[in-house]
Structures are given as C-alpha cells and as structure tokens.
C-alpha cells in the first residue's frame, strides 16, 4: 500500500455499513454485526440470528451475510475506492465471514453507479406480478451478474418452471410439518417485527390461481387472508454455486444480492420463493449443481421496505472480540 495512501474516514465507512443492512436475508432477520477499523470492515455471522428450524445448516444464514459482504463492497467501491474482500479469513473464528478492505482511491465506474443507486430502492415485493415477459436482454444482463460472482443463474422454461413451482409447493407443505416451525415463523414476523422480521403490511395475499407458493406468515387481520390472481405464467430462475461449502454460499449471497440490484436497476420486481431450497430432498433435485435460491422476477407495482435495525445495534467495538450467540462482543485473550 502506497505511503501516501489516505484510508477512508470512520464516518465514511459508517456509512457503507448502514448500505450494507438494507440486504435482504431470511425473514429480514439481519443476521450480521460489523467491525470498523479503518480501512477495513469485518462482517460477520449473528448467530442470535440463526434461524434452526428452517435452516437448521446455516446455509441461508451465510447466504444473507454474503448478500451484505456484497453491498458493503459495492458501497465502499461507489465511494471512490478500490475493494479487497477476503471470505472467511480466520479459521480460528467462523464467524468472521468477510474482511473488506478500501485500498487506493480509484475513479467510480457506471456499473457501480448503476447499482449503488439501485441499494434504497431493492426490496423483496410479495404482490401479483403483471402478465408480461421478462426481455431477453434483461435476463442475460441478470446471468452475467450472477456469473461475476461465480454463480449461474438458470432461466426455468414452462416445463421446469411449472415442475419447479409444484416442488415448492410441496416443499412448502413439508416445512409447515417441522416441529415448531410455526413458532419460528411467529417471532420473526408479523406484530412481532418492529426493526427486524416481517410486518404485517408486507405479508402477501394467497394467489387465487394456486400457482405460486407464497409464505404462510402470521394472519394479516381477522378474517381469511386475501386472495389475488398472480401471474399465471411467472418467471422463475434458479442461483447456483459450483460447490456447497461456506464459502459458496457466501458467495451465492454475494450473487444474489448483484442479480437483485441489476433487477432493481432495471425496473424489475423480485421474489426469492426459498421453500424449495430449504427441503434438502426437493433442493437435490432442482440442478446438477447447489441450488442456493429459487427467484421469481417480473413487473410489480412498488411495495415498501421492511425495516431495518440501527445502526448501533450491528456495530460491534473495536479491540479483539468475538460474535457469540447471543450476538454481543465476548473479549477473549
């Protein structure tokens, strides 16, 4: 590193990480904690946040920190510097899972401005989509985010896409049979969710077509939930690694965080339908290679953002600690 070189300032970096927890994770429970020690940032696993009975691996635990590793990266490269991100750089500490690193200022590309501006607006919309064709020149701008990040992205033709959706739904009716499943699902959403989880506005109403297996969050009001025709034929796409190690799913979240914020930037809405991924019988069947997540992407009228937690709740202190499972700094010698 050159002499002259000038890290970013801590108020700057401060602000990449408060980018970097608007990434999406499982039931936005924002399972990551940030240290800041100019020019570096470690990210790590919260595993207080680790959800055991829907991902009893950490597989979609990782997949929505990588999602975060990734918008801190873009966030810190949009503010004019060159990027170094190192995954999993202690094996004495697993829940590190990411150091990136600011090095010399370098001029900010029309990609990176592309999707640093596409970060405030990404959010997962739970609505009907419109009947219309993702365009071929938008899906093959899609593939090649996913291939930057060393992930294929696979477009379902009606074939698979239909087969792939009776797979969810099925994957679906598996997960409601898990023990204390529905307890799991309560806390994370619904009246429960204040910066964290589901709230109820974000709730989707059941596709009349029962076509598309949508969550079964906690009841939106009294009475039956509502009921809309979704899109009879969506689009659906399936992320996947090459391996399926911890760091490939890293990686897939690294993934699927560019092909969100190349959707968003495109006018597109997104979807990640994760029934399928998270029953490791139907997940074995879905492709030659790890499938990480199941998409669905069309046009949607806009919804909200979920919330998200301050920025003094995911900072930890400077000094040699460690993430427990509570989710606080342990200082060890």
């Known amino acids: 590193m050159s002499p002259s070189f000038v890290p970013p300032s801590r108020g700057v970096l401060d602000d990449c990480v408060r980018l970097a927890t608007t990434a999406p994770s499982l039931h936005n429970s924002q399972p990551w904690k940030f240290r800041v020690t100019p020019p570096e940032v470690e990210v790590y696993a919260d595993p207080g946040r680790h959800l055991p009975v829907i991902d ?53 590309d029309q990609l990176t401005e592309q999707l640093a501006a596409a970060i405030p607006h990404r959010h ?55 023990p204390h499943y529905a307890d799991e699902l309560r806390r994370w959403t619904g009246q429960n969710a204040r910066h964290d989880g589901v709230p109820v506005w974000a709730a989707a109403p059941w596709d009349a077509l029962e076509i598309m297996p949508m969550r079964d969050f906690v009841p939106v009001g009294p009475g039956p939930r509502p009921r809309e025709p979704f899109e009879p034929h969506p689009t659906i796409m399936v992320l996947a690694t090459a391996g399926d190690t911890r760091a490939d799913w890293l990686r897939a979240g690294m993934a699927l965080q560019r092909v969100l914020l190349t959707a968003t930037w495109l006018g597109l809405a997104t979807t990640p339908i994760s029934q399928p991924v998270e029953v490791a019988a139907v997940r074995s069947v879905l492709g030659r290679t790890p499938a990480q997540m199941v998409l669905r992407v069309g046009y949607g009228r806009v919804s909200g953002r979920t919330p998200r937690r301050p920025l003094s709740e995911v900072l930890l ?13 342990d200082e060890r010698p």
């Open 317 to 329: 202190p400077a000094g040699p600690s460690r993430v427990t499972a509570t989710g606080n700094g």
């Open 56 to 108: 009893p691996a950490g597989r979609e635990h990782l997949i929505s920190v990588g999602a975060a590793v990734f918008t801190l990266r873009l966030a810190m490269r949009r503010a004019g510097y060159d990027v170094r991100c190192d995954l999993l750089p202690d094996p004495a500490d697993p829940a590190l899972a990411a150091r990136v690193t600011a090095g010399r200022v370098t001029p900010v």
């Open 124 to 178: 997962t919309n739970r609505s009907p989509f419109a009947d219309v064709a993702v365009p071929a020149g938008a899906v093959d701008r899609l593939r090649s985010a996913a291939r930057r990040e060393g992930a294929t992205l696979t477009v379902a033709g009606p074939v698979a896409r239909d087969a792939i959706l009776g797979l969810a739904r099925a994957a679906d009716r598996r997960l409601r049979e898990r």
